[in-house]
Structure formats: C-alpha cells, structure tokens
C-alpha cells in the first residue's frame, strides 16, 4: 500500500510539474512576445526620433549657410559702399569747383596772371578730386542733352522747347553722383516736355 501511495504522489508531483511547466511557457511567451512588443515600438520611436534629428540637423546646416552668406554679402557691401557717407558729403564742395570755374569774367580780368593761377589752382584741385573719386568708384553724373532716366535724375521742372524731343535733359542745375552702381544723388535737370 505504501508503493501506490508513493506513485500516486509521484505522479501528481510530474503531473503539477507538467502543468507549471506549460504555464512557465506560456508566461515566457507572452514576456518574449511583449519584449518583442516593446523593442519594436522603441525602434519606431528611435527610427522617428533619428529622422526627427536628422531634419533639425540640415535644417541648421542650412541656416548656418544662409548665415555665412548673408554676412558675406554684408561685408562685400560694406567693402563696396562704406565710403558712400564721405564721398557723398565731398560731393557738395566738388560741385563748388565747377560752378567756381564756370564763372566767365570780364577780358582784362581774365587775362590778369593772378586770376588764371587762382583758375589754374582750382583746376588742379577739381582734378585731383576727380582722380581720387573715380579710384573709389564715384562718377559724377551732368546729363545735358541726355534722354531723362529715371533711376538717375531728378526731374524738378519741364519746358517746352521747339525742335526737341520730350524727355531729354535741357539743364542740369546740379549735377548727381554715383558710387559703383548705387545713385548716391541724382542728379536734379530740367526737362523737354
């Protein structure tokens, strides 16, 4: 009687064991399968999170290229047109130079020697301030006889005038200025109507 005892305890110990085992696999399966679960949802957000890094980072790259260009237009710019505030302010006395040797005096006046060497001095002078404009890319602009443009001159009157098309400059009462391809001052004329 003691030998059925011990099969029958036995057999419900593997029996026990049989079923634990089943359920200990069943448990790991579900483990592997919600690991499994797991790690493919954590690729997915990996995936968009690289993807999400990714595109901040050419977006930056981008940025940072604008930015480089832009200040490099900057300091061409700079380059360019720092001067324009001087040369537009030495404009002014230039034009004096002109209107000076514009002056047609009496005979005995203009041939008296002190009155050509003060003309020949402001001469000179108008000369070397058109040298040292032009080396920094100043152009004075005196459109007499030239078709009115716009981007250039500044119309503040117009006349009617026999034998000549409209639009064309007929007096130039003072005369303009350009630094490069910038229009520092336009040049103000008269125009045919």
């Known amino acids: 009687m003691k030998e059925e005892s011990k099969s029958n305890f036995g057999d419900g110990f593997f029996a026990n064991q049989e079923s ?85 005096p009496s005979d005995d006046i203009a041939q008296n020697p002190l009155f050509q060497s003060i003309v020949g001095g402001i001469e000179m002078t108008r000369s070397s301030f058109e040298k040292a404009f032009a080396k920094h890319g100043l152009k004075r602009i005196y459109p007499k006889g030239e078709k009115f443009n716009h981007n250039h001159h500044q119309a503040i009157s117009q006349v009617k005038q026999e034998g000549l098309d409209s639009g064309i400059v007929i007096e130039v009462v003072q005369a303009g200025y350009i630094l490069e391809d910038r229009v520092l001052k336009p040049a103000m004329v008269v125009v045919s109507a």
């Open 20 to 104: 634990y085992k089943e359920a200990n696999k069943k448990d790991v399966e579900n483990l592997e399968n919600e690991v499994q679960s797991k790690k493919e949802s954590a690729n997915k957000q990996d995936e968009e999170l690289v993807l999400q890094l990714k595109d901040a980072l050419a977006r930056s790259i981008a940025e940072c290229e604008n930015l480089k260009k832009r200040h490099q237009k900057e300091i061409e710019s700079t380059a360019k047109y720092g001067s324009a505030k001087i040369l537009q302010d030495l404009a002014e006395p230039f034009d004096q130079l002109f209107l000076a040797l514009s002056f047609k």
